[in-house]
């Protein structure tokens, strides 16, 4: 039972315009909710969290939106650059259980 | 360190041989992750470790699969009798309780 997902296995986007990457979960237990980055041949890396008590976070070009109701959240990414091209995973979590990580989506930005 | 470390960065091994992967997580943390990430595919859970409680073992592949951690340290994941599609980036994480968790920056393994 997948309790994380991300529909979209991959996004392609033009330099410059916004990037929404999807995000859908099922346990309303979880509280707190993050996106990472993974580049090749690395280990994934934070980029921004939210916690359930919250319905948007904003850092710089990168904004996630949370909405409880429909248990989906999404990152946008604006503009969007060729460095941002990497596979994103989000993940929730709880106070009381372990990180639990979507499949991924791969984003390419291309010039 | 500052950051978790994993060792080796990367790992060929003989069909049948046993592996051990090593994590170093960073320093006070509580929470240790151990999840692989086969070519093409997401992130797959293998194990977790919190405090002093029982590790979640729920992800774990198969009985070859076991891993360790002593109190808030470093963790072994071991893989018994490799078989090649056991053949993927192991990854590590670890976190303070609720917070994002960081990454190491993989084993890669190779079964041959």
């Known amino acids: 039972d997948q309790q994380v997902k991300q529909n979209s296995p991959s996004l392609s986007v033009q330099e410059g315009r916004i990037s929404i990457l999807n995000c859908d979960y099922t346990?309303?237990?979880?509280?707190?909710f993050l996106w990472y980055k993974k580049y090749p041949a690395e280990g994934p890396t934070f980029l921004i969290s939210?916690?359930?008590?919250?319905d948007k976070n904003e850092d710089g070009r990168f904004t996630v939106f949370l909405n409880k109701s429909a248990k989906h959240l999404s990152l946008h990414i604006v503009p969007s650059q060729p460095g941002d091209s990497a596979v994103y995973f989000c993940?929730?979590?709880?106070?009381?259980?372990?990180?639990?990580f979507g499949t991924g989506t791969r984003l390419q930005v291309f010039p | 360190g500052a950051g978790v470390s994993q060792s080796p960065s990367n790992k060929v091994t003989e069909k049948g041989k046993d592996v051990e992967l090593r994590c170093d997580p960073i320093?006070?943390?509580?929470?240790l992750y151990w999840y692989r990430q086969r070519l093409g595919q997401g992130l797959e859970f293998l194990i977790y470790?919190?405090?002093?409680?029982?590790?979640?073992k729920s992800g774990l592949p198969s009985d070859r699969f076991s891993a360790e951690r002593t109190g808030e340290s470093v963790s072994t994941l071991t893989i018994q009798r490799t078989q090649q599609e056991d053949s993927a980036v192991y990854l590590c994480?670890?976190?303070?309780?609720?917070?994002?968790?960081?990454f190491g920056q993989g084993t890669r393994l190779t079964v041959v």
């Open positions: 346990n309303s237990m979880f509280d707190y």
């Open positions: 320093s006070g943390h509580t929470a």
């Open positions: 994480a670890s976190t303070l309780w609720g917070t994002e968790a960081f």
């Open positions: 939210i916690s359930s008590i919250k």
């Open positions: 993940a929730a979590g709880s106070n009381t259980d372990k990180l639990i």
């Open positions: 470790f919190q405090g002093n409680s029982a590790p979640d």
